[in-house]
């Protein structure tokens, strides 16, 4: 088994050199042609003079480049630093400044937008265009400025790419933090090389496979789809789709086996009509990203009855947790599995204890898939990278857990449940809600295609709840759609967990990931029910 994730693609072209690695559009890439990019790549950016570990950022689309351009900063001996191409300019200046950022390649439509933002990145000193737009046609800027084509020629066959162990780091993935700027979750060689073994593990991933990756490379999930690939042969098909229907069209087009999303686009693919190739290719999809509604799984498991459905739960912090196999996804829909091979899982309480079945408590995640921390957030690592004692106890005082903020229960058998984010919990009328329970009861009256509850400031009740949908695919927005997703919940819930006002949107807000952008919206509201009296 490979020690560095780059070495999976070398390890694949010695094995099935002409097997193909990378599709896009009507392009192919064999696994040593792959491997010639990405060699490529790493040469070109020791000529530019890149250190060990320093940060190499992607600020473009899926598309083949990316790939080469992340996997050579990682054979350079360098860190990489995916960007998601949907990100706003001051959002792109914060993430090369804080990492200290030396290269980053991007096209020149992009460039154009950070023209008056890159004076701020003081160690940025190249950027690499990638597309038919020469540097010399891109404003001036104080950095060098060199096309793709010179870029893959600069020569650094002379220099030896920088000696790099396992635990070094590999990569930079910022995620979205409960406050403030994003956080850049540090991940090593080790942690990435763990993870795709650990995946492919359940998901009997093999050569055979042909993975459609339509998730963000910037997110751990979307990257995982690349490295879990690579690791056993299998092709890999990059794609950012305009409709949920162009992900179909996909399927059929390069006989997917593989397909991974997050909730929200499994909400709007299970409403269209799926064509016959697309059902009988898929051996297995899976969902991320959040709480899977239950009616959304059903709806897929009719749709695709011989395909395996995996429910997934992971952080960036720990790359993946947890998973549902197949068999049990109708015995428990509920739950978001076991902990994934070669981890740790436990639920701790507030004193620090391991919650008996049916407590619910934090989960905690140890072992070889625990990151490194934050970049440059000695503060927020100590907080959310510590010990914990009922992990590994003869080595309590060197390994560290990531304890991740939400909360969860296990059952007698050991399966665990998703209850919320710590600061995502409602408190109302002295009960804590867990908006995931209300939601899950809105999607399955199939009136509705994305639903959030969330707790707003109450003088008398603490949060009063207020419930956001979007209407299912033909359904109008009226009074009537509301009164039918009040009456329901009346009906399944008690009454502190009725929604105090139900709220009709055509759509919601996302963030770069694709999940719902649950902050936006209590911002948006939170001032809803401040005039209500006792």
Known sequence: MPDLIHQSIPHSAQVTPDAPALLFKDQTFTYRQVQHRVEQAASALLGLGIGPGERVAVYLPKQPEAVFSLFGAAAAGACFVPINP?????????????????????????????VG?????????TIVLVGDQSPEEAAPLPQRLMGYKAFCDLSGDNLEPHHRIDTDMAAILYT??????????????????????????????????????VLPLSFDAGLSQLTTAFSVG??????????????????????????????????????????????????????????MPVSTTRTLQQILPSTDIFLMYGLTEAFRSTYLPPDQVNVRPHSIGKAIPNAQILVINAEGKECAPNEPGELVHCGVLVSLGYWNDPDETAERFKPCLYSLPKM????????????????????????????????????????????????GTGLVTEAVAMGLPHAALGQAILLVVTPALGAKVDDALKNAVLSRCRRELPNFMVPAMVTVQDTLPHNS??????????????????????
């Open 513 to 534: 990931n694709g999940k719902i952008d649950r902050r936006m919206l209590c911002e948006q509201y939170k001032t809803m029910f401040q005039d209500d009296s006792p």
């Open 234 to 291: 299998a092709a890999v098909v990059l794609m950012d789709y305009l409709l949920p229907r162009d992900v179909l069209r996909a399927v059929v087009r390069y006989g997917i086996t593989g397909l991974a999303a997050v909730p929200s686009l499994w909400n709007q693919l299970k409403e269209l009509e799926w064509p016959v190739q697309a059902t009988q290719s898929l051996r297995y999809i899976t969902s991320t990203g959040g709480a």
């Open 396 to 443: 309590a005082s060197t390994e560290l857990a990531v304890w991740s903020g939400d909360q969860v229960m296990k059952d007698e058998e050991g399966y665990l449940y998703f209850i919320s984010r710590n600061d995502e919990m409602i408190k109302t009328s002295g009960y804590r809600v867990s908006p995931t329970e209300i939601e899950d009861i809105i999607h």
């Open 176 to 213: 979205s933090g409960s406050t403030g700027n994003p956080k850049g979750v540090v991940l090593s060689h080790r942690n990435m090389v763990a993870g795709a073994h650990s995946v492919t593990g359940y998901l009997g991933n093999s050569s055979a496979d042909r993975v459609l990756a």
């Open 117 to 125: 933002v890159c004076d701020t990145c003081p160690d940025l000193h």
């Open 86 to 114: 949907l990100l706003k300019p001051h959002q792109v200046a914060y993430i090369l400044t804080h990492c200290g950022v030396k290269v980053l390649i991007t096209s020149a439509p992009r460039l154009a937008l950070l």
